[in-house]
């Protein structure tokens, strides 16, 4: 019979949940808050379409 070995693996660092919050100061001409929907094997936020074109920061609250 064939034992079965229980393998644990760790999360690389990139996907692990950051330790510490950090602090950012971004100015810019609007803001918006949206929650990101799922999109295949993505996710995906809808902007207005004024916006297109234009350059955004995206940063992830929680």
């Excluded at 644990?8 to 949206?34: C, D, H, W």
């Amino acid at each position: 019979m064939a034992r079965k070995r229980n393998i644990q693996t760790e999360l690389p660092p990139s996907s692990a949940e950051p330790r510490n919050k950090s602090k950012f100061e971004v100015y810019g001409e609007e803001m918006i808050e949206k929650e990101v929907k799922r999109s295949g094997n993505s996710g995906r936020v809808y902007l207005p379409p004024e916006w297109v074109g234009k350059h955004v920061k995206i940063i992830r609250i929680d």
